[in-house]
Structures are given as C-alpha cells and as structure tokens.
C-alpha cells in the first residue's frame, strides 16, 4: 500500500533535473492519487493548496541542489514527510542527465527507478525497524550553558567527545552515539528534514553520516569516529524537531560499532577544548 | 585553538578548499552568499567571475555551499586524505618539538 502524498516538485525549467520532477510527480500522483502542488501557484496563492498541504503527507522533489521546493516548503512552515533530490539520486543510480530541457532514455529511466523506489519505501520503512540503539546514556546531563543575545547554547559537561566542525560522539565500550551540537541545530534554525545514515554501512571518521535540513541549509553529519552504523534514530524521520529541542537527548543521529577508537580519539575534543572553540564561534556569528 | 589551526594543526599546511568546474558553473553566486567566511570573491569584470579567493578560510570538512549548488559544479578533496594528513602534520609537530 502506498502512500497518498501531497507532492511538491520543483518543477524548475533552469536544468533537466528540474524537468524530470515534474514528470516524477506525475507519475506518482497517477499511480497513488497523491496531489501535486504546482509550485509557481503555490508561491502567489496558497488558499488552493493549503487544505491537501496540512492533510497529506508531503513529498517535495527537488532537481538539485538550489532546492527551491524544500525551500518553499519552509517558507510555508510545511513539515515534509520524504524528499527525493533529482542531482543527487543520479549520481548514486550512476545515470547521467543531460543538458537538453527535454527528457531522454536516460532521463526516464531514472525517473521510473525514482517513481519505483518511492512507491515501495513504505514497505522498506518497517523492514528496516530490526536494528535498535544500544547506548545507554545518563538520564540527565549536566550542561554547561552559554548565552548570546535571547540565543541559549547547551553543552554536556561529562562523557562526550566533540569535534571542531561541531558533532559529538558518547562512547560506551565498542559502540558510540553521534549527533550535533547546540551551535549547530542554532545556526540551521528550524531543523525541518533528518537523512538518516544507510544502516549497516561503514563510515571513516569524519566521513559523512546523514544529513538534516533547514530552510537556510543542508549540514552533512561529519562523524566523529569510524565504525559501521548499528543504529538510526527513527523518531527525527516524523520529529526532526527534536534536534532543536536537545541535540544531545532525543535529537541524537545514530550509532556506531566503532571500528578505530583509540586512533579515532587523537583528533576528538574533551568539553574543556570544545567549549572554548564553541564560545568563539558564537560570539563571531550572529546566528 | 585558533583558527589559524584545525584540529591542532596549522591551517594553511591542510588542503581543502572548494575547486570551481568551470565548465559547469552558471555564475548563479549561491555559493558566495552561503559561505559566511568569505571563501570566494566575485569579479565582475573577468572571464572567471567566481573565485577561490581565501582557501585557507574555508571550514576543513566542511562541504556545504557544494550542497546548495545547483549545477554541482563544486568538489572537495578526499575526506580519507585529509584527515590522514593532520594526523602526518601533527607527527611531524610532536617530533620536531
């Protein structure tokens, strides 16, 4: 059973990514009876749209990475439900887009790979639901708190390692929990889309593990210890939000069997060396 | 720590930075108004009218105006590479110390 999605594609016509949205969510809405959201409409009147917006599901298509649909979704304080970016899902498949606005062979079969995937995810969502996180963390933590302006930025003070480009890792035996920290979930504002990590695959340290959204950009996760990825946390595919509310607690990214602990270390931060570098960084940026 | 140094080695002596495909930039700047360290300069006036102006300014890891680049005309160095040349950087530190 598939789900009955309100789809917004970009619909661009800059580039043939943005093309093949339109032709995806065509597709989908005559397979599913999902609704597209024409977003040109959608910008200069959103009374047509606004009932199928806050009822269904929705499922924004992007062409690249400009990412005007997300983009308008945000504006329109949407909370999105599954994303597909064109530019990126061709570089994964390994099929080219040309340069022409028309579609071609590749093109379609792209888009038909694209309209496939999305159509059975449903089915894969409770398939995946068989690995479970592990790491136990303290039931609470003792925060150091800095404050710029009305903006609060929490730190744990115990158990937590950090790095410079602002993640963290608690480590308990082989397995870690990762996330970002406060400064980060700040500076994206409203965290409104979580890519959560492929399970079971193998990340290096500082390799990329997931990604989350906001309306002003997209942060790749940079993990902060290699190792295969055991667990993901779930609950931001429905509640990215909870990045805001603790990056640290419920907002925590995924877990990992760690493969190099003790080489990965060399290049971590204790809460002594972070912190300063985090004061800095908040007292530079007006976020 | 400063930012002069990245993980405890001196930035300009880590390479990464954004490399510009000129074959595929559409000069559309979206690059240029995410980055909020001043990576690249625009030049009106010549054939290139986006640069890397400041490679060192650049946040090492960091990949995120390639992700609002429409045409992906932006890459980065390998992740792997770099980091095994902080930590070489940093042996090279402790033993001259």
Redesign the interface.
């Known amino acids: 059973m598939s789900k009955d999605y309100a789809i917004l594609p970009c619909n661009g016509l ?2 043939l990514a943005g093309s093949l949205t339109r032709e995806i969510a065509l597709r989908i809405a005559e397979q599913t009876g999902s609704e597209i959201i024409c977003p040109t409409f959608y910008r200069v009147s959103d009374v047509l749209y606004n009932k199928v917006a806050a009822e269904k599901p929705l499922l924004i298509i992007d062409g ?4 005007c649909a997300g983009k308008l979704a945000a504006e329109k304080v949407l909370k999105i439900a599954a994303k597909i970016n064109v ?1 990126e899902e061709s570089k994964k498949h390994n099929i080219k887009i040309g340069s022409s606005l028309r579609l071609g062979e590749n093109e379609l079969r792209l888009c038909e790979l694209l309209v496939n995937n999305i159509l059975k995810d449903e089915l894969e969502d409770k398939a995946s639901q068989d690995l479970k996180e592990t790491v136990v963390m303290p039931a609470e933590l003792d925060y150091e708190i800095y404050q710029k302006d009305k903006f609060v930025f929490r730190l744990p003070k115990e158990g937590f390692y950090f790095t ?2 602002d993640c963290w890792a608690y480590v308990t035996g082989n397995k870690a929990r990762i996330g970002v920290t406060d400064y980060v979930q700040k500076s994206l504002s409203d965290i409104m889309f979580y890519t959560p990590p492929a399970l079971g695959s193998e990340i ?4 990329e593990a997931g ?1 989350i959204e906001s309306g002003k ?4 996760i ?1 993990c902060p210890v290699s190792g295969v990825i055991t667990a993901v946390n779930d609950e931001l595919l429905d509640y990215p939000e909870y990045i805001n509310d603790n990056p640290y607690e419920k907002g925590w990214i995924a877990e990992l069997e760690l493969t190099d602990f003790e080489s990965d270390k ?2 971590l931060l204790q809460f002594e ?1 972070y912190v ?2 985090m004061k800095r960084k908040v007292d530079e ?1 007006h976020v | 720590m400063s930012e002069d140094t990245f993980m405890g080695a001196p930035r300009e002596k880590i390479d990464w930075a954004p490399t510009i495909d000129y074959t595929k930039c559409n000069y559309c700047m979206e690059c240029v108004e995410f980055c909020p360290h001043q990576v690249y300069e625009v030049r009106e006036n010549e054939e290139k009218r986006l640069i890397v102006k400041n490679p060192n300014n650049c946040v090492v890891f960091c990949r995120a105006c390639g992700k609002t680049c429409g045409p992906d005309a932006l890459s980065f160095p390998n992740k792997n590479e770099t980091t095994k040349r902080i930590k070489e950087i940093r042996k090279e530190m402790e033993q001259s110390e």
């Open positions: 800059d580039k690249c990475g400009t990412r530019t410079e480009n290096e340290q500082f390799g990604a950009a997209v942060f790749e940079i060399e290049l060396e300063k570098i940026f």
